[in-house]
């Protein structure tokens, strides 16, 4: 509690008392919380790969690598650690956009079927470079039709799916399932990978939190990845939902609202 006196005047200005102002500043303190603990999470994770670009630069440039091999993975490891950064701040970027309501939105019927398909394409080769395999469970000659923004959700989907391949074995499996569901539009990933403590669980939708920071880093990742898609989600009134055990897999569920024609035309 934030505790405050002021004086307490009469209609001749005279003072005739004191109030004492009891404030409860719990919601304000833990809002400063948080911000305090996001800024002091994305210095680090900014830091962390410069440390390395710099030690790498640094070992390079002291002349102490004679041979070719080296070199090219040392240069490897800097281009790889500069692109984390880039996708960091391009995340950042793009999360405070949301934040702020400044992120541009173009909203057209499409049909979700084609789009999944698309981005199962883009993924498919990194499953298979993994022994994975992936089944696409759904009929791909339906139609399921929602109001979207195509990039914002073909962002997600992505996310999802290449949370399933880098978190699951070689020779994994992933299964992806479009669904109508009354007026919901369901896309259901699930895979058999490494799978999510249960006392963790609630937490993957917050920016920066990761089961384990030094796999998830050594894969790229940078920890945003489910709060952007979460965000995006929201912005389209659906919901992103996440069940496992850990060792035994994850299932992702993202739901979607049917486009309002599409979901007419199913009732008559
Ligand atoms: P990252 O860039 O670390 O992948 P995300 O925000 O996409 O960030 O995911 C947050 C964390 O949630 C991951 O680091 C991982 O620990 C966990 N996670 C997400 N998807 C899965 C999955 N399919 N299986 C197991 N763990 C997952």
């Known amino acids: 509690f934030a505790v405050r006196y002021d004086r307490f005047k009469d209609e001749n200005a005279q003072d005739v008392g004191i109030i004492m102002i009891l404030q409860d500043i ?34 390079l440039l002291d002349g102490h690598v004679d041979d070719k091999e080296t070199e090219t993975q040392f240069l490897g490891i ?32 499409s049909n979700l079927i084609s789009l999944l398909k698309s981005v199962v394409t883009k993924v498919e080769i990194t499953a298979k470079n993994k022994n994975q395999h992936m ?33 699951t074995q070689e020779g994994g499996r992933i299964d992806i399932d479009a669904l109508r569901k009354d007026r919901w539009a369901q896309i259901i990933v699930t895979d058999n990978g490494i799978g999510i403590p249960e006392k963790e669980l609630s937490r993957v939708f917050e920016r920066f939190f990761r089961v384990d920071k030094a796999r998830s880093r050594a894969m790229g990742g940078t920890g945003l990845g489910l709060a952007i898609s979460k965000q995006i989600v929201e912005e389209h009134k659906g919901t992103i939902e996440i069940e496992s055990k850990e060792g035994r897999g994850a299932k992702v569920t993202v739901t979607l609202p049917l486009s309002h024609a599409r979901g007419i035309k199913d009732i008559v």
């Open 78 to 109: 800097i281009d790889a650690e500069a692109d984390r950064m880039n996708r960091l701040v391009k995340e950042l970027l793009q999360l405070s956009r949301m934040e702020y309501k400044q992120e541009k939105w173009n909203k057209k019927e």
């Open 26 to 59: 719990t919601e304000r303190q833990k809002l400063e919380n948080m911000q305090t603990d996001f800024v002091a999470n994305v210095s680090h994770e900014l830091k962390t790969p410069l440390t390395t670009i710099k030690s790498y630069t640094e070992t």
């Open 135 to 167: 089944n696409c469970i759904f009929d791909e000659s339906q139609k399921i039709m929602a109001v979207i923004d195509r990039d914002g959700i073909e962002q997600v989907l992505l996310n999802v799916l290449s949370n399933a391949i880098k978190y």
